[in-house]
């Protein structure tokens, strides 16, 4: 049996004197064959964004990928904001 996937991460980077809002959520989701796929979602908020999806042999290698993106984008400014969905137009 398969470990319940994490909740999506969900993060904001605003900065108004940029004129900058932008979005970055990161999901983990289990293929058909028993793999764990990393979907990126980014953008500006209020947009769809591009999505990236990453398949790995173990979940245990998905999670590490995603708390290192997370990690670089926190550096970067982003902030955890509350993990109901991605924002969408």
Do not use: H
Not at 25 to 35: N, P
């Amino acid at each position: 049996m398969l470990a319940p996937v994490p909740e999506p991460v969900c993060l904001e980077r605003r900065d108004p004197a940029q004129n900058m809002a932008r979005f970055y959520v990161l999901a983990l989701q289990y293929t058909l064959f028993g793999e764990t796929s990393l979907i990126q979602n980014w953008g500006r908020i209020g947009a769809w964004g591009q999505v990236r999806t990453e398949t790995f042999c173990d979940a245990e290698a998905a999670l590490a990928a995603a708390r290192s993106i997370e990690r670089v984008k926190t550096r970067r400014g982003y902030r955890r904001v509350a993990s109901t969905a991605a924002p969408r137009p």
